[in-house]
Structure formats: structure tokens, C-alpha cells
């Protein structure tokens, strides 16, 4: 009988364990899933961005404080060893616990961030953007690509070194050579094999966008490849595309490595501090009035962009630098100077200066200078930073001065004007027309136009032999001096009606033999993005926690309602397990009895049948009448059901939480 | 109790919340429905959201498309409360029933009745308010038609085509086509106007002893620097001259922290701020932004306050701020007294017409009107600080417009631009032409060839009197000729470009009728060189304008001399010249056709001066008229409009007052003055005049103020802001005169909050039987439910069970009833012990609930 006890004894133990082990796996399948999901979230992100500490991570801690204060309130009511409650009721209490540390903050989250967010961004970004986590994600990985920018922007205008500067990189013989090599490779080339050969991603994160960016801003704005014809079908021009991975294969290593850093990396964060409170005081904030929030309203007008081009702003920026009586070159406080690499003005200036040196000041190390006159477009007061090798000036070098930024620039991306196609030129009559008006001693006009005979498309009449002859014989010039001329000549001029803030025009043969043309404000020449990519960019850390908590939106929907039916499921088990521990004890309290007395000389065994029975069908189904009854049948558990308060669920057994 | 008696209790339970959901909570349910699907979200019902933070809710809230709920919601919560009285009161079931249905009845008809005798009230004191010709809808009509239920009114996209629908595109339509929203709102929270400026220290204003001084207007080391500050502490400034010496310091401090205004500047001359400041002041008028550290003008700052067209953003001045966008109700103002006041001016001036009577015209009133503008900020009443700054308006319209001189210097660039990037490809284009004119031309009068420098040609024209025959017999030049024409262009270096290249193209000679060379160039130079040669070419032509009537023929011709008299007559006739006569006849035809041509025609403006002959004499030059051309083109898209200055239609009443001979205005200098006597229509005049004010308001700020704001609400106002109204099509939809729009005005007043009311009295009255009927059966059930609960009422038993109890026999029936329980019989036998029996024998939760049953006895009839 003993044996059939003990055995029973263990029955029990196996039960009650299986079912604690249950309960802690519902509960593990509530809140706490929620952070294993936000943590996958926020190492994706963190791995873009890894140099913005914990920041990407916000979202985890959060989950993971929720997820604490639920664990905390899970043991508080259901570990207390006096609790007046009955299980069902502390269940309640958890199930209560779990809405509000899940559901209730995603609803908190929908009322309270929307309106918060678009104002905190200056309804830059907004809730909508970030409402569930695959947004969220392709969020991150923008705000991501903005600090990858920033960083293209700087190497290829030479502000992060001189090493990187996109001319410097063109004239370099060794880029030349494997500009040649790729040229001659892609020539060869199907656009299948090019996208393998040259965009294999695995191999070389990244290399697309930093191409791109080359090709684009750099490559495609030089007039020296700008008008050239595709000659490779479905790629485009080789030779342009050949000088554009040369360039980005070279800087690709720096920039990998400038990834990796991004903001922490101090010559970066250095040039985006200083250069971003120029673009900030002297010029988003002069422009802050009813105008600028006109075009984000879409209401830029004619006369709104005539307003906001032509009005003469200010600048806050008034006072110049100077060198003090300790030979420091002082930049005085308000005033905030842009740093540009701009090697051929500084040249100019150190060669003026060679022959005028009044003309800077330089301070005691005489790594600097200050410019005491205009020169070569910039004002007295601007800073003259030549790159220096053993104490000399080597060539090239910094300037640092007040910049008259335009309304373009705050926006900071280009404008396409139009993108002409499909134009053939067919002028055959009209030069047999001037061949038959032109007398005969001026015959080598109509000979020079010649090549117009033949219809030809815009892209081959650029890109004729027959055009720069006539173009030697009517100026003396090639095509390629007078469009540069050209668009200088037009920028020269917007500058004057716009008081020194400059835009680009840029004239382009794109990869389909389009002709487009386009504006440009000076973002690419002075490594910045417009105003809004900037802003965000100061607080990327903080826009990176919001991302990482806005990804837990849906979750926390999602797993507030699998939490209810996991804290319920829980409850259940609580409440199986004391059912069978009351009975283990009352059990044994009856055995008790009866080894003192034949009134219950019940053989053990029976007993315990009947108790496992009883205990099955409560199990089986513990809120069913019938079970109840079956239960009742044995007789044994009378007394804890008349022991029962009025106001406890009939089927519900009345037990208090001693566990 | 016995099962039966049990699932009773159950049944009207159940059945008496259902009943009562089916009345009251159904009813508020139907009108929540209403107001969603035909009043919430629709701009027609949309409330005013100060800020953006919870705008949705507030947009909600303070909107009129909620009234019929708090109209349902009151009358549920008026019906609880009675009904909770009564319960506590009334202790038998029946009356009480009784009684919350009277009241359910009152209190849902009373609404009903009040609309249906206040509302008509109101709807004629608003018809009483408009003109004639403009007539609301009756009351009648609108609760017949605000919504409809014939299935054939329905259109495609699934809306009602009633009055509600009507009224809800309708304000959709104007809104969209003027791309405006229900309420204005301003883009500009820190400045609102593109003028204001933040202030430099030579701006600083204040008055001592009554009279205004621009304190440091003179002080040379600060009067142009901004007046930066600090937004809680004191900012001190250290002013350096060219050589980094310090040579002033300047403190500034916040006078208000706590609202950002006012400054106290303190200034020092020399190089240190030790000791006493040269200047301490404090300068009250102006304002701290913080958001860029500068401080800026309050009275050029525009505030959201009540103004002449409502609630709206204005200057100090009285016009809308530049950042303002407009409401539906301003717009409606601004189209008013667009329509309005042309009907008056055209009655007015009908009026005086047929009376053979005349008052001054609108030219007059407006010149009248700019003197006298101009003699209240010199010498009239405003203040001083207001006269300062009218004396520096064209320095500051300087900074918001294209003058002359800067458009001069736009030319300019564009000359050195192209000489100094394509000088060379455009030196060597002329070098060609030139050679191959010289190839090509055989008339021996012209010579023609590429310049000695190459990089330019010449062309010389010679007369017949300058040729001669060489040695050979061949035709020459001779040696001492001068060209009667020459022409030469090149790519030179010009003193007058700061030594740049430029492209010069040089004209002489007496065939030109030019005394000196002009000189031409992809430049200013191009009007400024080209109008005199062209005035020569027309003084030479002797083109007679007009005769006189001296001469020995008794006519003296009075000859053209300039291009600028040609078009002057040519726009406004008068021309004696045949051409030129009849082609002013013509376009004045045409301009009457197409009313186009007389914006365009009002692009050339002149100065003149009337003879005493009549004949006008025109002063503007050729190249002032061509520049006018430009700068008026340009004025149409960039202009300058103060925020502190009134404009000139703030002045037309002192005008016509000053024409009537007002002697306040003697001194004023205005053209015309006393040039109408007080009894020719004085008062037409003055009405007229007000009319043209309002008119001009209206299409400035309707039109050139809209056209900047992207919502042009006068068609036609310039030529550039085109015909089209906001930024879109033309929509035949928004109201286009007078009376349409006082009717959309008056619509907008009533149908807001009278198609909700209208909603929530349509589901008073339907739904008004079904909630008595539903009160009065959930009182049933209950009463029921007590009945059955108690054991004052039994369920039967079905004729199987009866049939079943038969046949087992009483000895049977009695141990059964020991078995199961002896509650059932003692409940039936004695009610009193149904309290003790209750608990056990009740279904668990809340149907386990006793009633009270020392009341029950009571309730029972």
C-alpha cells in the first residue's frame, strides 16, 4: 500500500511539475517574446549603424523594462503566499497587467506620438512612416543612407582629404589606366554580366549607392563626360562608366572603413558640426519666415520662388575672422564659417600672395591665414588653410568662410527642367538650301556642314566628328568649351539677381540618349544635404530610438492579445495545480483517519482511483458542471465545497493561494 | 425553485436588457451613425484647430458635426436620470414603467418641438438680413429634402443627392477650387511677413519726450548689424574694425523674459565695456525670436485678431500678413466686397449719369488719394516713428523688389558673363562673319571685314559722294571719307565692366541720325544705347504728331520725337499721323474686345504733361519706357508691400474729402483740391469712394495677396495671375456674383449646425414609438423576471413532463423531490424563504443576484 502511495505521491509531483513548467512557458510565450522580436530588430539596425551606441537598442530596453514590470507583476500576485484572491481573479489581475504593458502602450503610442513626432520634425517625418515595423525598417535603413551620404559627399568634394577629391582622382594616371581597363571591359559586356561583375553587393556592401553617387553627381555633371553618346547598349557610355568605377573602386576601402565609423569618426563629425551651423544660422533659419513653409504646404508659387530667390536676406554671420596679438587666428562668436576643400582658389590666393603678401595674415604656425582683401570671390576675413607638407604649402588647400546659401540648397535636391529624346536632326534641305545662297567662294561653310546632310539623333550629332570642325570653323572652339561656358556664363548670372547664392545648370547625354537637363543647387560642392536630411542627421541617435520603438507598434498589439490567452492558460495550470495539490493533502489527511479508524477502511487504492478520476475529470474539464459532480461522487471534497463563499463561481473551486 | 421557473428568470433577464437596448442605446447608436456617415470628417462640419498637436480631435470637437449626438446624448442622460429617481422613488413596478415612458415621451418630443418652432424664427432673421434677390430654403423644405430616401438619388458614388450632399460639395468644391481650408491659417509663425525683418541697431525706434529718434541711426560701428540676443541672459558683442580692433561693445538683454519683448541695449565706444555705457536704452517695441536670436519689429508683426474681413491674420497696418492662407469665411468676405461694391460703383455712377451730374473719377480719387497718403507720413498725422519709416520705404523696397538699377546689374552680369566665358568663341564668330561679309558684299559702299585684333568685325556704309575711280578704273572709297554708317562689334575689354570682356557693338554715323557712337552690348547697354538710336531714327523720320496752328500755312508740325510718344499715341490715339492714327484707333477698338490687351497696354506707362493746347507731351524716355515694361512684368510677380505702411485705399474718403475742399486739407497739396463743390453728389461720392476702397482691398488681398498664397480668388487681377482661380481649372461650382455668394454666406451660417439638428430630430420622431415600446417591455421583463425570481409566478410544466409525472406514480414523485432538492416546493409555498434559498439555487454569476424581496410583495399587483 505504501509502494501504491508513493507512487501516486510521485504521480502527483510529475504532474505539478509538467504543469509549472506550463505555466512558465505561457508566460514565456507572452511579453517576453516581444523582446527576442524587437532585438532582431535592433541588431538589423544596429548593424547599419553601429557607431550610434545604444541608440538603435531603445526599442529592446523598452520591451525589455515591459517585460520586466510584467515578470515582477506575475510573481508579486501569483508567488504571494497570503493572497485573499482566488487564482481566477489573479489571473485577471496579470491578463489586466499584460493589456496594459502591451496593447495600452501601442495605443498611448497611436493617441500620443503622431502629433508629437510631426511636430518635434517639423512634419519632416511623421507616425505614419514608422506605423509598423517594415516601415520602420526601410526608415532606419534611410536614415542610415543619409550618414553613408554625408560621407560620400565629403570624400569626393575633398573636405575629408584632399586624397579624395574627385578631380584629384580623375587626373590620377593610376585611375586613368583603370578607368582604360574597365572602359575596354565593359565595351565587351552584356548588361547581365556588367550588374554581376560590378555590383556584387555581398562582396562589397554599399558599392552601388557610393557608384551611384559618383556617377551622378560627379561624373555625369563633368562636361568632359556629360555629352558623350551610350555606346554600349543597355549600359550606356563605357568610357564615362569606366572613369566612374575606377574613381569609386578607388575610394571604396576609405569609404567601407568610414561606414563602419560614421559619426564617430572625428574629421566626419567635425566637418558635419561646423559645416551644419552654417547652413543653419546663415541660411535655413534667414529664410524661417511665412515663405519657407509655403513650400512645404505645397504652395510654392511663382511668386513665392521669385520672393524667395530675389528678397535680400540677412546673414548672421557679421563679424570676420582676425589674427589676435598672440598670432591665433580667431573666428568670434555668432559667426559660422563653412570649410570647403577649394584647391585652385587657394592656390590663386597663396600665388597673389607671394607677390602682394599684405594680402594674408597668417597666424604664428603659419598653417593658416586670414585674407585681408576680396580675392578670388571670398571677402576679407576668410581663412586660408593650405595643405601643408614639412611646414610648406604643398598645393591646394581649405577655405573657411561665411556662405550665401540659397533656397535651393535647403531643399538640397536637384530639379529636373526636362529630358529631351527622340530628336533626330534632319537637315539635309537646309544645308542644300544654303549650298545654293552661298556664293562659291565661301564653299567651305557649306562644306563644313556637310555632316548635317544625314539624319542623325541628338545623341550621334553631339557626339559627330563633323561638329567640332564646324564648330573650330565657325568660333574656333570645341563643344565642350562652349557648353561649359555656357552654363558658367548662366550660373554667373543667377547669381547676380540672386546676391551670391549660386545654382547649377547641368546638361547631360543620359545612359538612353536623352538629353537632360537639369538645376542643382551647391549641396554636392559643399558636402551637405538639404536642410531637412540635416536635421535629421543631428538627431539621427534619437530618430533611430524612435524607429526601434515604433517597431514594436504591431508587435505590441499583436502580442497583447496572445498574452491575454497565454496569462489565462497560465491560470488555468495555477489552478489545476492547486486542485491537485489540495488534494494530495486532503489525501493524505483522509489516509490519516483511516489508520486510526475502520469507517474508513477504504482500501487505499480504490481511493485514489476514485481521487484520479475525480482530479480527471476536473482536468479534463474544470469548468464543467459534470465534473463538479463527478467530483462531488466521491464524497471526500464535501467539506471544502460547503467551506465555498456564496459569491465564488459554482464550478470554481474556492481555494486560497498558499502555494 | 425548479429548473423551469429558473431559465424563466433567465429568459426575462435577458429579454429586459435587450429590450432596453433595443430603445434608448439604440436610438443614441442610430444617431452616432448619422452623424458619422453624413456629418463627421465632411470640412462642411469641421471645427478650428488652433495648433497641430490633437488637431483631428479638435477638428472634431469644435465642429457643429456632433450637435445631434449631445442632442441624444442629453436626452438618454435627462431619461436615466428620472428613471434612477423613480427607481428610488416609485416603488411599484408598474407606474414606474408607466411613468419613465411619459417622460421618454416628453423628453424626446420637446427637442423636436422646440426645433420646430425656433428654428423657422431663426431662418427668417437670417432671410430678413439679406438683400433681395437672395432667398434661403424654408424650414419646411429643408427637413423634407436635407436627406433623401428614393434609391434613384443615389449617384454613383454612393452619396445622397440631397440638400446635406449639396451643401457638403459645395463647400468641398469652393475649398478645393480656391485650395484653401474651412479656417485661415498663417505660415509664418515667427515674422508672417517677408518684410519684417529682423531689426539692425540703426532700425532701434524709441521715443524720448514725446519725439521719436532712431537712436544708434547714426552710430556707423553698429547701425547696420542685426541685434542679436540671448533668451535669458545678457549678449555682449565686441564690434572689431577691418584690422580685428575692437572698437565698440554692445550688450543686449531681453527686457520681458518671459514674453520675449523688449531690449535693453547698452552701447560703449572704444574697446572695453569698463565703466559707464555711452548709450543706455531701453526699446520697448520690439520682440525677441527665439528661434534664430534676433529681434524684429511688433508692430510689424502680424496677429490672428477680428479685422475688416473677420477672424484673421493682419498687419498693424490693416492688411492680410503675407503668410496668411485663407479661411472659407474670409474668402467669402473678400468675394463679397469683390461683387458687391462693383454693383454700387456701376448703380452710383448710373445714378450721377442720369442726372447729367459727375463725380470725380477714379484716377482722381486715386492720385488725390497718394498725395494725401504721402502728406499723412510727412507732414500729417502719423507718428513719428511712422514717418521715419516712410522715409526710408524705398531703401527697404529696395530689398523686396527689382528696381532698375538692380535689373541694370542683372543685365550687366549677363554681359560679362557671356564676354568673360564665351569671349573668346563669340570674338571668333565675329572675326568670321566679318570675313565672310567681306567676301560676300560686292557694293563697293559697303566695306566690310574681320578687325585687326581678330576678334571682331566692322561694316561701313558709305554714300554714292564717297566713292571715286582709282588709277585701275575700279570704284573706291576715297581715302577721307567717313562712313555715313558704321557699325563694328567686338569682344573687347570696357572700362566701364570693371576692365571685363565684353561683347561692344558700336553704331554711328549720320545715316543713324546719331550725333555720338552708341554703343550696345548683351547688356544694360541694350535698352540704354538702344533708345536713343531709336528716338534718332524717329527724329530723323519727321513723323508729324500733331499740328499747330502757327506756320505760314497756318499748320506748324509738331514732329515725333521718340519711340516712346509713337507708342504712347499708339495705346491712347490721338496721332494726326496717318499710321499711327489709325492704328491707335484700332487697338483702342480691339482693347474694348479683348480686355487683355489693356493689361498688356498697361504695362507701358508714361509720365505726361498736358499743353495748354491739350495735346500731351510725353517726358518718359525710350528707355525708362522699356525698363517700365520690365519692371511692371516683373511687378505682377515680385512686389513690395509694407506691413506697417497703410496702402493708398486706406486714403480715398480723405481724398474725396480734400477734392470737396475739406480745409483740413488745404495744405496738403492734392491735385484737384476743392475741385468739386458740396452740392455736386458729395454723398454719392463719398459712398463711391468707399465702394473703391473696398473693392481695390479686395482685389489686392483677393487677388495679388491670393496669387502669391497659391489661392487667387479674383480672376483676372493681373495678367501674369491669368484667369484662373486658385492654382486649378475653373469650377462653374463656386459662387461667381453677388448674390451667390451672399447665399453661400448665408448657407454656411445655418446649415452648419441646422442638417446635424435636422439628423438627430429625423431619429427623434422615428425612433420615438420604438424606444416607449421597448421601455414598456423591458419594464414588462422585469417585472417578469421578479415574478418568476420570487415565486410568485410558477412555470408550467410541458404536457410531456406532466404526462411523465402521472405515470410515476406519487411515491416515486416524492423521492424524487427528496433527491434533488425541497427548495422548488418551499419557494412556491413560501415566498419569505426564497432569501435564504436564493444562493444555492440560482445559476452562478451575476443571475445569482436576490432581489430584494421585502419589496417584492409591494410590486406585485
Known amino acids: 500500500m505504501s509502494k501504491a502511495k508513493a507512487e501516486n505521491k510521485k504521480q502527483f509531483s510529475g504532474k505539478i511539475a509538467g504543469l509549472t513548467v506550463l505555466e512558465v512557458l505561457f508566460y514565456i510565450l507572452s511579453l517576453p517574446l516581444i523582446v527576442i522580436l524587437s532585438a532582431v530588430f535592433c541588431v538589423k539596425t544596429y548593424e547599419m549603424v553601429p557607431y550610434y551606441s545604444f541608440w538603435p537598442f531603445v526599442g529592446v530596453i523598452l520591451a525589455g523594462v515591459l517585460c520586466l514590470v510584467f515578470v515582477i507583476v506575475v510573481m508579486c500576485i501569483s508567488l504571494r503566499k497570503k493572497s485573499k484572491r482566488t487564482i481566477l481573479m489573479q489571473t485577471v489581475s496579470i491578463i489586466v497587467a499584460a493589456i496594459m504593458l502591451t496593447s495600452f502602450i501601442a495605443v498611448l503610442l497611436d493617441v500620443i506620438l503622431p502629433d508629437v513626432l510631426a511636430q518635434l520634425t517639423a512634419s519632416t517625418l511623421f507616425y505614419e512612416d514608422l506605423s509598423n515595423s517594415k516601415l520602420a525598417e526601410e526608415q532606419a535603413d534611410f536614415n542610415a543612407s543619409l550618414d553613408r551620404k554625408f560621407i560620400m559627399l565629403n570624400m569626393m568634394n575633398g573636405n575629408y582629404s584632399p586624397t579624395y577629391d574627385y578631380d584629384a582622382l580623375k587626373a590620377n594616371t593610376k585611375v586613368k589606366s583603370q578607368a582604360k581597363e574597365i572602359t575596354s571591359t565593359i565595351k565587351k559586356m552584356t548588361p547581365a554580366q556588367y550588374e554581376d561583375t560590378y555590383f556584387d553587393l555581398d562582396a562589397r556592401p554599399y558599392y552601388d549607392e557610393l557608384f551611384d553617387f559618383i556617377y551622378q553627381e560627379y561624373v555625369m555633371t563633368d562636361i568632359s563626360y556629360a555629352l558623350l553618346n551610350p555606346d554600349v547598349e543597355g549600359i550606356g557610355n563605357s568610357e564615362r562608366l569606366g572613369m566612374a568605377h575606377a574613381i569609386a573602386q578607388t575610394v571604396y576601402p576609405q569609404f567601407s572603413k568610414l561606414v563602419e565609423e560614421g559619426m564617430s569618426n572625428p574629421r566626419i563629425a567635425e566637418l558635419y558640426e561646423n559645416n551644419y551651423a552654417s547652413l543653419k544660422s546663415d541660411g535655413y533659419l534667414t529664410y524661417d519666415d511665412a515663405m519657407i513653409l509655403f513650400a512645404t504646404s505645397g504652395r510654392m508659387t511663382v511668386p513665392v520662388v521669385i520672393r524667395l530667390l530675389l528678397d535680400t536676406g540677412y546673414t548672421y554671420t557679421e563679424d570676420v575672422a582676425y589674427v589676435d596679438e598672440y598670432g591665433n587666428i580667431v573666428e568670434p562668436d555668432g559667426t559660422f564659417y563653412l570649410e570647403l576643400y577649394l584647391p585652385e582658389e587657394v592656390d590663386a590666393i597663396l600665388a597673389a600672395a607671394e607677390e602682394d603678401p599684405s594680402i594674408l595674415k597668417w597666424n604664428k604656425e603659419k598653417t593658416a591665414a586670414v585674407l585681408q582683401t576680396s580675392l578670388e570671390g571670398y571677402d576679407k576675413g576668410a581663412v586660408i588653410m593650405p595643405t601643408l607638407k614639412d611646414g610648406e604649402p604643398s598645393g ?90 555656357l552654363l558658367q556664363g548662366i550660373t554667373d548670372v543667377i547669381m547676380e539677381a540672386t546676391g551670391g547664392a549660386g545654382l547649377f545648370l547641368n546638361l547631360a547625354m543620359n545612359d538612353a540618349g536623352a538629353l537632360e537637363i537639369s538645376i542643382s543647387p551647391t549641396n554636392v560642392e559643399v558636402g551637405m544635404h538639404g536642410y531637412q536630411y540635416m536635421t535629421w542627421m543631428e538627431s539621427n541617435n534619437l530618430l533611430f530610438a524612435v524607429i526601434s520603438v515604433m517597431s514594436l507598434r504591431e508587435w505590441l498589439y499583436i502580442f497583447g492579445a496572445v498574452s491575454v490567452l497565454m496569462a489565462f492558460a497560465a491560470g488555468m495550470c495555477r489552478e489545476i495545480k492547486s486542485r491537485v495539490k489540495k488534494d494530495v493533502k486532503e489525501n493524505a489527511q483522509l489516509a490519516a483517519a483511516a489508520a486510526t479508524g475502520e469507517s474508513v477502511a477504504t482500501d487505499d487504492a480504490e481511493t485514489a482511483e476514485a481521487e484520479q478520476n475525480a482530479y480527471d475529470a476536473y482536468a479534463n474539464d474544470a469548468y464543467d458542471a459534470h465534473a463538479h459532480d463527478a467530483y462531488a461522487d466521491t464524497g471526500a471534497p464535501v467539506a471544502a465545497e460547503e467551506a465555498a463563499p456564496e459569491s465564488m463561481p459554482e464550478d470554481v473551486p474556492p481555494t486560497e493561494v498558499n502555494e | 425553485m425548479d429548473q423551469r421557473s429558473k431559465n424563466k428568470v433567465k429568459l426575462f433577464r435577458t429579454l429586459k436588457v435587450v429590450f432596453y437596448c433595443l430603445g434608448l442605446p439604440l436610438f443614441a447608436l442610430a444617431v452616432v451613425l448619422t452623424a458619422a456617415t453624413e456629418y463627421a470628417g465632411e470640412l462642411a462640419y469641421a471645427g478650428m484647430a488652433e495648433t497641430e498637436l490633437f488637431a483631428s480631435m479638435k477638428v472634431l470637437f469644435n465642429g457643429t458635426a456632433l450637435y445631434g449626438v449631445w442632442v441624444a446624448a442629453g436626452v438618454w442622460l435627462l431619461i436615466a436620470i428620472v428613471h434612477i429617481v423613480l427607481v428610488k422613488t416609485v416603488k411599484n413596478r408598474r407606474a414606474r414603467t408607466l411613468l419613465v415612458g411619459i417622460v421618454t415621451l416628453v423628453v424626446m418630443l420637446v427637442p423636436v418641438v422646440v426645433m420646430d418652432l425656433a428654428i423657422p424664427v431663426k431662418l427668417d432673421q437670417i432671410q430678413q438680413s439679406l438683400p433681395e434677390g437672395v432667398t434661403l430654403a424654408s424650414y419646411e423644405d429643408e427637413k423634407g429634402h436635407f436627406y433623401t430616401r428614393t434609391s434613384a438619388s443615389w449617384t454613383p458614388s454612393g452619396k445622397y443627392e440631397s440638400n446635406n450632399y449639396y451643401f457638403v460639395t459645395g463647400v468641398e468644391n469652393f475649398l478645393n477650387t480656391y485650395k484653401i481650408g474651412m479656417y485661415g491659417g498663417t505660415k509664418g509663425p515667427a515674422v508672417n511677413n517677408t518684410s519684417n525683418a529682423p531689426v539692425t541697431y540703426g532700425d532701434l525706434f524709441l521715443y524720448e519726450n514725446g519725439k521719436g529718434i532712431a537712436v544708434f541711426e547714426n552710430e556707423s560701428a553698429i547701425e547696420d548689424r542685426l541685434v542679436k540676443g540671448d533668451a535669458e541672459n545678457e549678449l555682449t558683442t565686441y564690434v572689431r574694425d577691418d584690422s580685428g580692433n575692437v572698437v565698440a561693445v554692445v550688450t543686449t538683454k531681453t527686457i520681458d523674459e518671459k514674453n520675449g519683448v523688449g531690449v535693453r541695449v547698452k552701447y560703449w565706444e572704444g574697446s572695453s565695456a569698463d565703466g559707464e555705457p555711452t548709450i543706455t536704452k531701453d526699446f520697448n517695441d520690439y520682440y525677441f525670436n527665439v528661434t534664430n536670436g534676433l529681434y524684429y519689429r511688433t508692430s510689424a508683426k502680424a496677429e490672428m485678431r477680428d479685422g475688416i474681413y473677420g477672424y484673421a491674420s493682419y498687419n498693424s497696418n490693416g492688411n492680410l500678413s503675407d503668410g496668411y492662407v485663407f479661411g472659407i469665411d474670409v474668402a467669402l468676405e473678400i468675394l463679397e466686397d469683390y461683387y458687391y461694391t462693383q454693383q454700387r460703383m456701376t448703380e452710383i455712377s448710373n445714378e450721377v449719369t442720369l442726372a447729367s451730374g459727375s463725380i470725380p473719377s477714379d484716377a482722381e480719387i486715386k492720385l488725390a488719394a497718394q498725395q494725401m497718403l504721402d502728406y499723412y507720413y510727412t507732414e500729417g498725422e502719423a507718428s513719428d516713428y511712422e514717418k521715419w519709416l516712410y522715409s526710408r520705404q524705398d531703401e527697404i523696397a529696395a530689398k523686396y523688389s527689382l528696381t532698375t538699377d538692380e535689373l541694370r546689374g542683372v543685365l550687366d552680369a549677363l554681359g560679362m558673363a557671356i564676354g568673360d566665358k564665351l569671349g573668346d568663341q563669340f570674338g571668333n564668330l565675329l572675326d568670321l562673319v566679318g570675313g565672310v561679309l567681306g567676301m560676300a558684299l560686292t557694293d563697293p559702299k559697303i566695306v566690310a571685314g574681320a578687325n585687326a585684333e581678330g576678334n571682331g568685325l566692322y561694316v561701313y556704309v558709305y554714300t554714292q559722294e564717297d566713292l571715286t575711280t582709282n588709277d585701275q578704273g575700279g570704284t573706291v572709297i576715297k581715302p577721307d571719307a567717313v562712313p555715313n554708317i558704321s557699325v563694328t562689334a567686338e569682344v573687347a575689354p570696357s572700362d566701364d565692366f570693371g576692365g571685363e570682356r565684353v561683347i561692344t557693338i558700336s553704331l554711328g554715323g549720320a545715316g543713324l541720325g546719331v550725333t555720338e557712337t552708341i554703343r550696345l552690348g548683351l547688356d544694360s547697354r541694350l535698352i540704354d544705347g538702344l533708345s536713343p538710336l531709336l528716338d534718332g531714327l524717329v527724329a530723323n523720320a519727321q513723323l508729324v504728331r500733331y499740328t499747330t496752328g502757327g506756320g505760314e500755312n497756318g499748320t506748324d508740325p509738331v514732329y515725333y520725337a521718340s519711340v516712346a510718344e509713337i507708342v504712347y499715341d499708339a495705346i491712347n490715339g490721338g496721332s494726326e499721323h496717318d499710321v499711327i492714327g489709325i492704328v491707335g484707333t484700332i487697338v483702342g477698338i480691339v482693347q474694348g474686345l479683348i480686355p487683355t490687351l489693356g493689361d498688356i497696354f498697361s504695362l507701358f506707362t508714361f509720365d505726361t504733361v498736358t499743353e495748354g493746347n491739350g495735346q500731351v507731351t510725353v517726358q518718359t524716355s525710350t528707355a525708362d519706357m522699356l525698363y517700365g515694361v520690365v519692371g511692371n512684368v516683373l511687378n505682377m510677380l515680385y512686389w513690395y508691400s509694407s506691413a506697417e505702411i497703410m496702402p493708398v485705399y486706406n486714403f480715398y474718403d480723405e481724398a474725396i474729402a480734400a477734392l470737396y475742399g475739406d480745409e483740413a486739407y488745404a495744405n496738403a497739396g492734392i491735385t484737384g483740391f476743392g475741385a468739386y463743390a458740396e452740392n455736386e453728389y458729395k454723398n454719392e461720392t463719398v459712398e463711391y469712394a468707399e465702394m473703391l476702397s473696398l473693392y481695390d482691398r479686395a482685389v489686392y488681398e483677393g487677388g495679388m495677396h491670393g496669387y502669391i498664397v497659391g489661392s487667387t480668388l479674383i480672376p483676372g487681377t493681373s495678367l501674369i495671375s491669368g484667369d484662373t482661380l486658385g492654382d486649378g481649372s475653373y469650377s462653374a461650382t463656386v459662387p461667381a456674383s453677388y448674390e451667390e455668394v451672399v447665399l453661400f454666406k448665408a448657407e454656411l451660417s445655418y446649415k452648419r449646425w441646422l442638417y446635424p439638428l435636422l439628423g438627430v430630430r429625423e431619429c427623434l420622431v422615428c425612433f420615438l414609438p420604438f424606444v416607449l415600446l421597448f421601455i414598456i417591455l423591458s419594464g414588462v421583463a422585469a417585472e417578469k423576471e421578479m415574478l418568476y425570481a420570487t415565486g410568485q409566478e410558477v412555470a408550467k410544466k410541458s404536457k410531456k413532463e406532466r404526462k411523465a409525472e402521472e405515470a410515476a406514480g406519487g411515491a416515486q414523485a416524492d423521492g424524487a423531490a427528496d433527491a434533488v432538492t425541497a427548495e422548488p416546493t418551499a419557494a412556491e409555498e413560501a415566498p419569505q424563504a426564497a432569501d435564504v434559498q436564493q444562493a444555492a439555487d440560482m445559476p452562478s454569476g451575476e443571475d445569482t443576484a436576490p432581489l430584494d424581496l421585502s419589496e417584492n410583495d409591494k410590486e406585485v399587483l
Open chain 1, 396 to 485: 591646394g588647400g581649405y577655405i573657411r568662410a561665411p556662405r550665401k546659401w540659397s533656397i535651393l540648397d535647403m531643399d538640397g535636391k536637384n530639379m529636373d527642367v526636362a529630358a529631351i529624346s527622340d530628336v533626330v536632326l534632319n537637315l539635309g534641305g537646309l544645308v542644300d538650301m544654303i549650298a545654293g545662297l552661298v556664293p562659291d567662294n565661301l564653299s567651305f561653310i557649306v562644306g563644313a556642314l556637310e555632316f548635317l546632310k544625314e539624319p542623325m539623333t541628338l545623341g550621334e550629332f553631339l557626339n559627330s566628328q563633323g561638329l567640332p570642325d564646324l564648330l573650330t570653323l565657325l568660333i574656333q572652339s570645341d563643344l565642350l568649351s562652349l557648353v561649359d561656358g
